[in-house]
């Protein structure tokens, strides 16, 4: 149980083009969900919190017209990296809470070309 | 000082041998402690999860949890090749919502 999904896994794009990541929860439902970035060897880091019905919260430093984060029902948030620079290019990760804790998806490699 | 700290490694052990992990907080309020582990290229894998003080053993994995030190480990025992990865430490308050503040992991490197 616990499964959360990601696509596409691996994404290349264009400087300037937009690019939208979905993020599923596929055998729960998850009122909140959290969008994550790491670049190579080095941890999570936390840019947004996705409620479900509401705006998301972003975290300091985190450009929201940037990064437009929907999070439209229970199993699925978006997240859409707006008018991409090669500094966007990253690994994209999304968690989705169950109870007390975080379910990982298996991430979005992106590269901007 | 980091809210959560953690040896980034990488720690080489031999097959079979006995692995622990370990992270310091420095944050009274965590409650939720959590033990991710990420293979290359591949979003985090839930391993353990307590809640408060104390032991909890999942197979070959023990997670302790030491709140009065502000130190959780992780044990593995009879290491496998296939354990090789990054360990992330993860944790939390009771907040609503349960932003998890992570270590910056460590990496475990098991040889043959």
């Known amino acids: 149980g616990a499964v959360v999904s990601q696509h596409p896994s691996r994404v290349i794009c264009k400087s300037g083009t937009s690019v939208k990541i979905e993020c599923r929860s596929l055998?729960?439902?998850?009122?909140?969900m959290f969008w994550y970035r790491q670049f190579p060897k080095q941890s999570l880091m936390l840019m947004a919190t996705?409620?479900?019905?509401?705006?998301?919260?972003?975290e300091q430093g985190v450009e929201k017209d940037k990064f437009l984060i929907n999070h439209a029902s229970l199993t699925l948030s978006t997240l859409t990296v707006t008018s991409a620079h090669p500094e966007d290019s990253s690994f994209y990760i999304c968690?989705?809470?169950?109870?007390?804790?975080?379910?990982f998806g298996p991430g979005t490699r992106l590269l901007v070309l | 000082q980091k809210e959560v700290e953690q040896d980034p490694g990488p720690l080489s052990v031999p097959e079979g041998a006995i692995v622990s992990l370990n992270c310091t907080y420095s944050?009274?309020?965590?409650?939720?402690f959590m033990w991710y582990r990420q293979y290359s290229r591949k979003g985090p894998e839930l391993l353990m999860y307590?809640?408060?003080?104390g032991n909890k053993e999942d197979g070959r994995f023990t997670a302790q949890v030491d709140k009065s030190s502000k130190y959780i480990s992780l044990f593995i025992r009879d290491s496998q090749p296939s354990d090789s990865a990054t360990y992330l430490c993860?944790?939390?308050?009771?907040?609503?919502?349960?932003?998890?503040?992570f270590g910056t992991g460590t990496r475990l490197l098991v040889s043959p």
């Open positions: 055998d729960f439902q998850a009122t909140t």
């Open positions: 993860a944790m939390s308050a009771r907040t609503g919502f349960q932003k998890l503040v």
């Open positions: 996705s409620n479900e019905g509401s705006k998301a919260t972003y």
């Open positions: 968690s989705a809470r169950l109870l007390e804790t975080q379910y």
């Open positions: 307590t809640y408060s003080s």
């Open positions: 944050n009274s309020a965590f409650q939720y």
